[in-house]
């Protein structure tokens, strides 16, 4: 007898193999039976016709940052709900595993846009652990909806072992001693099951709060030294380091993928950060492949972290992290904790002076197109701008600059006046060249971050409505079993992860999808309040007529829009470690 049969579905194993109508019978949480013919449902407790659909393995989110969420609300609905039923925690250099409260509430608050005090509250109160191994547990004690996998973040190593204000001070080196405690603090994540490191240089991620406030992360002040002794152990335990390059030097983005290359030692597996095809540099998306291609035709392991949908950003007045990116904008969110100030910099006429001097200035390497002829006004006090760019506007208010244009809304309305424009990933040729780069990565969704400003929960449908209408369209870019390899079984092989496969004996995490609805809706996004976070509105996606059907561990979690009533009671995920399959 099978526990659950899922029937008459076109079936994708991830592993790339031609797709066929089958019938699988699941049992004890894995894969028992995969047939041609129909099984006997005799006693069967759930039985799910997928004429018509796809049934495939769930999808796995490589880059999220639910390290504070999973501890308030263990479901992670938001990602279930389209497809997603592996994630990763512990990007860009942060996890909660080592740091208290109001540490880790300086490094998540600002450079992730997750309320600070909310993150404080839920590690003072929640945190039980104390090392890597109790982490693991605490996470394995908690009711989860999804699988859990995890980095262990380098800015939370260096500032459990120095303290946030050494960390961040120029002048300061870790002593001898101190080095080697993280270097044991990394062996014991990896010794737990972590799938790596992450670490990061970029230098527009800032510090929130008062002690450290605007300072960047931990990681940016650690010295070459001190990352080759890190990646020595990741290289030895053949675990991933995922990185964050900073921009405007682009030696640190060349430095961090030629640390891929053995070159005598054994090669690191390398996943780097990237905004591929940035709108304001657009001959940049030519070096991202070739960087690929060099580095693995020499011997490396190196893979580009990719979101393969536009990268369309919002924001409530001048809360958006690209601002952070030069002086004018970094300075006024050093006062996001002082807005009576903020507004008398906004009027102040040196301020603006500077700010046209940022704005204005086109060349060098950055991340925002500064082009507020590219950034459409969505709500506002004053409907007569609704609809609108900054520019407009400016023209409509004497030929004034953009900037001023912008300032003086957000003096009038402040936050209230939110807009959007998109900074990457807006040609649909150049997304399709990069999925199917071997060099790429499909991920990169910031899932449970950035709670104002973007929606990439449903990425991954998004990618695969992509190549649907390619292929029915006759112009294929991927195949779809090639496609639904590339966000489940080639992710999780390469993390080295129990994930991704659909075959007798796989796990089952099971994503089915109605692809006549892989449309126009996957394109929207909604909000929805958070009651962890005292019910701040969240922008998330509502596709739910694509999605049939989600199980993990063999367990239904969602479907059609509906949880299931033990979502987030009973756990149905796993911690999932590295290297056990």
Request: glycine share 10%.
């Amino acid at each position: 007898m099978y526990d659950t049969i899922i029937k008459n579905g076109r079936w994708f194993d991830g592993t790339g193999a031609p797709s066929a109508l089958r019938h699988l019978g699941i049992r004890d949480g894995r894969v028992a039976t995969v047939s041609a013919t129909p099984l006997d449902e005799t006693g069967c407790g759930q039985v799910i016709d997928a004429t018509d659909r796809w049934v495939m393995p769930g999808m796995i989110d490589i880059h999220t940052h639910y390290d504070v969420e999973v501890l308030l609300d263990p479901s992670l609905s938001e990602s279930l709900r389209h497809g997603v039923t592996t994630l990763l925690l512990g990007s860009c250099s942060l996890s909660t595993v080592h740091v208290e409260g109001s540490d880790a509430g300086d490094l998540f608050g600002r450079v992730e846009a997750i309320p600070r005090r909310h993150v404080v509250a839920a590690v003072d109160e929640l945190k039980t652990w104390h090392s890597a191994h109790g982490y693991v547990r605490a996470l394995e004690s908690l009711p989860l909806g999804p699988n859990i996998a995890a980095f262990i973040g380098h800015s939370d190593i260096r500032t459990a072992q120095m303290g946030l204000q050494r960390a961040t001070d120029p002048d300061v080196k870790p002593t001898d001693a101190e080095l080697r405690a993280m270097e044991h603090k990394l062996r014991e994540a990896l010794d737990a099951g972590f799938v790596g490191m992450s670490s990061q240089q970029l230098l527009f991620d800032k510090l929130d709060g008062e002690v450290c406030r605007s300072r960047t992360l931990p990681s940016t002040y650690a010295s070459a030294k001190e990352r080759r002794r890190l990646n020595r152990i990741l290289r030895e335990r053949n675990r991933a380091l995922q990185g964050g390059p900073d921009v405007a030097r682009p030696q640190s983005m060349v430095g961090m993928a030629l640390s891929s290359l053995g070159l005598f030692r054994p090669r690191l597996k390398v996943s780097l950060l990237s905004a591929a095809d940035i709108k304001a540099i657009p001959g940049v998306v030519k070096i991202f492949p070739l960087i690929g291609k060099i580095i693995n035709g020499l011997g490396g392991d190196f893979r580009w972290q990719h979101l393969p949908v536009p990268f369309e950003v919002y924001s409530d007045g001048i809360d958006l992290p690209v601002f952070e990116e030069f002086g004018s904008g970094a300075a006024a969110l050093h006062l996001s904790n002082q807005l009576e100030k903020r507004q008398e910099l906004f009027a102040d006429p040196a301020y603006r002076r500077a700010f046209r001097k940022d704005y204005d200035k086109k060349w060098g390497t950055r991340v925002w197109h500064r082009d507020f002829f590219d950034a459409d006004i969505t709500e506002c006090p004053d409907p007569s701008v609704i609809g609108k760019t900054f520019g407009q506007v400016g023209l409509e208010r004497g030929g004034i600059h953009p900037v001023d244009a912008f300032l003086d809304l957000l003096v009038e309305h402040g936050s209230a006046v939110r807009w959007r424009t998109t900074i990457s990933n807006h040609r649909p040729e150049v997304l399709d060249t990069l999925a199917a780069d071997p060099s790429v990565q499909l991920g990169f969704s910031d899932a449970g971050a950035h709670l104002r400003n973007m929606a990439f929960y449903n990425f991954g449908l998004r990618f695969l409505k992509r190549v649907h209408r390619a292929q029915q369209a006759g112009t294929p870019f991927l195949t779809v079993e090639r496609a639904i390899h590339r966000v489940t079984g080639e992710l999780a092989d390469w993390y080295g992860l129990d994930a991704g496969r659909l075959r007798e004996g796989d796990r089952a995490d099971v994503l089915i999808i109605d692809p006549a609805r892989l449309d126009e809706s996957l394109e929207t996004y909604a909000e929805n309040p958070i009651p962890e976070f005292d019910n701040l509105s969240r922008m998330v996606n509502r596709n739910d007529d694509t999605v049939t059907a989600v199980l993990v561990n063999g367990e239904f979690v969602f479907g059609l829009g509906e949880r299931s009533a033990t979502l987030g009671k009973e756990r149905t995920g796993e911690f999932l470690r590295a290297g056990r399959r």
